[in-house]
């Protein structure tokens, strides 16, 4: 299994200014071998490179392998996109490989750029440190907010799946950010008022509009999503570890395309909370972290799971009486509507849902 750790690079005053420098040129080299491939029609390496490389390499004064590398990320955009031809912005992320990098010891990178190699120091966490002997193949040189990071891809080994026999079901939601099917709830309220109050902050800062104000935004952006990422780190290694002690598999609801269907419905007050709604990070995060301890991880159709009982299978629009109480119309069962989708997730993943009971009056 392949992860991305970022290491950040310390590089002097005039190794930052050769880097930029470096980038600047590689993409200015990209672009070109893009438009020269766009033009007769060709977007494979081998056709890009037989057209370009030479005039690159005579026309940007470019190494061999940073060549390459700009030709390389020509082709990777025209593998998402034929119909287009991509100009790349200046300090766009560059490749780097084996050839035009290596490591000095655990604290030194040496990078190629245009005036050859420089060996720059590095400094990341102990997350990345555990897994630092583990870098293989590439690494994404990026710039980002005056500083350098380096995007190393590190070969993890995935631990074989487990044979399980039960599931626990995860409902995702935003009042809730998850629930459960054994009743442990993730309340996304730190998650809302953090954004509550960045966004009043940002409205104070906009609507002001001096200096100060704009360098106070201009530090204030990406602590939003730097905070939301944090949370769907802890709430999903939590849940990776439950399913571990239990030694069962997660059931989680596909909510692909829910944004198109459902965004239109909600109300105006309600959109930017929607909008903010980072569903599909938390289950990317749940997914990697089980493959690497051999969790399986299966994906139901959430249909109906949260108007469905999970006592007696009666399924009506009625049963969901609020966001956080759900009543079966048919039997009187009560309990906290995220919890009942929760349980109605696990026992999809473990069979046919049950059929609707019959619409009767529900026994007092």
Request: aromatic letters at 8%; glycine letters at 6%.
């Amino acid at each position: 299994m392949k992860l991305t750790i970022q290491l950040q690079l310390l590089p002097t005053p005039e190794q930052a200014t050769l880097l930029l420098d470096t980038m600047r040129r590689v993409n200015e080299a990209a672009t070109f071998a893009a438009q020269l491939g766009f033009d007769v029609g060709v977007f494979s390496q081998p056709s890009i490179h037989k057209l370009a490389y030479f005039a690159i390499r005579q026309r940007f004064k470019l190494s061999a392998q940073l060549a390459v590398r700009a030709i390389g990320k020509a082709v990777e955009a025209f593998a998402c996109d034929k119909t287009v031809c991509p100009v790349f912005r200046p300090h766009g992320a560059i490749t780097y490989d084996q050839r035009n990098l290596s490591f000095k010891g655990l604290d030194r990178v040496s990078l190629a750029t245009l005036q050859g190699r420089q060996v720059i120091g590095l400094v990341y966490g102990e997350y990345q440190a555990e897994r630092f002997d583990r870098i293989k193949g590439q690494c994404d040189l990026v710039h980002r907010n005056g500083k350098f990071f380096l995007m190393a891809t590190v070969d993890f080994p995935e631990a074989p799946p487990l044979e399980v026999k039960d599931f626990i079901g995860v409902d995702l939601g935003i009042v809730n950010l998850a629930t459960d099917s054994t009743g442990e709830a993730f309340s996304g309220e730190s998650v809302d008022r953090n954004r509550r109050r960045r966004a009043t902050a940002r409205k104070q800062h906009q609507r002001k509009g001096t200096r100060g104000a704009k360098r106070k935004l201009k530090r204030m952006a990406g602590r939003q999503r730097r905070f939301q990422t944090t949370e769907n780190h802890r709430i999903s290694k939590r849940l990776v570890e439950k399913a571990k002690a239990l030694h069962i598999g997660i059931a989680l609801e596909d909510l692909t395309g829910i944004r198109d269907r459902v965004e239109t419905t909600v109300s105006r007050a309600f959109r930017r909370r929607f909008g903010n709604w980072s569903f599909f990070q938390l289950r990317q995060f749940m997914e990697y972290k089980a493959r690497l301890v051999g969790i399986p991880v299966v994906e139901v159709n959430p249909r109906n799971t949260s108007r469905t009982c999970s006592a007696c299978g009666h399924c009506a629009k009625a049963n969901r009486k609020s966001q956080a109480d759900f009543l079966c119309k048919h039997c009187g069962f009560s309990l906290n509507a995220d919890l009942n989708a929760a349980l109605n997730l696990r026992a999809k993943a473990l069979g046919p849902p049950c059929n609707p009971a019959p619409k009767v009056a529900a026994s007092r």
